[in-house]
């Protein structure tokens, strides 16, 4: 990053200043290392570590299998939150407005009675005059308050 900025900031740029940014471009491209991967990219993909001029044989199964079970892991860790939610007709939502908000305003517009439920995870909602199909991604359960 600095051999860009002093590229960018000098007022006359030299092929020495270009050669020694490409030299350090190649040596960030080289030696970082890949964590899923357990190597270089350069390395596995052209079979010989780029630094040192060392064969490398990359185990494709094996590091699918790794990124396989990072997917696993993540996956598992993004749907302990998750609430099991079954939408029903007659029931009322909250139409999560779109765009870029304020940040007092209100995030949801509504309720809106849900009219017909999809098994593809969308929901018919009734607004004003007009029915409208969405996906359940965009609304939110509407709980009324109870009278106390």
Same mark, same amino acid.
């Given at each position: 990053?600095? +051999?860009? #900025?002093?590229? *960018?900031?000098?007022? %006359?740029?030299?092929? &020495?200043?270009?050669? *020694?940014?490409?030299?350090?471009?190649? $040596?960030?491209? +080289?030696?970082?290392?890949?964590?899923?991967? !357990?190597?270089?990219?350069?390395?596995?993909?052209?079979?010989?570590?780029?630094?040192?001029?060392?064969?490398?044989?990359?185990? $494709?199964?094996?590091?699918?299998?790794?990124?396989?079970?990072?997917?696993?892991?993540?996956?598992?860790? &993004?749907?302990?939150?998750?609430? *099991?939610?079954?939408?029903?007709?007659?029931?009322?939502?909250?139409?999560? !407005?779109?765009?870029?908000?304020? !940040?007092?305003?209100?995030?949801? &517009?509504?309720?809106?009675?849900? %009219?017909?439920?999809?098994?593809?995870?969308?929901?018919?909602?009734?607004?004003?005059? $007009? #029915?409208?199909?969405?996906?359940?991604?965009?609304?939110?359960?509407?709980?009324?308050? #109870?009278?106390?």
């Amino acid at each position: 990053m600095l +051999c860009i #900025s002093q590229i *960018d900031m000098s007022e %006359t740029v030299t092929q &020495e200043m270009i050669g *020694d940014f490409l030299s350090s471009d190649v $040596w960030a491209v +080289c030696s970082t290392y890949h964590t899923v991967m !357990k190597t270089m990219p350069g390395a596995s993909v052209f079979g010989k570590v780029m630094m040192f001029e060392l064969p490398y044989i990359a185990d $494709w199964k094996a590091i699918g299998q790794r990124r396989q079970k990072l997917v696993d892991q993540n996956n598992v860790r &993004e749907n302990k939150n998750r609430v *099991d939610f079954d939408y029903r007709t007659g029931q009322k939502v909250l139409l999560l !407005k779109e765009g870029i908000l304020r !940040k007092a305003e209100n995030r949801h &517009e509504g309720p809106y009675v849900i %009219t017909e439920v999809h098994t593809n995870g969308t929901i018919r909602i009734q607004r004003e005059s $007009w #029915s409208e199909r969405l996906n359940i991604r965009r609304v939110t359960p509407y709980y009324e308050k #109870s009278p106390e």
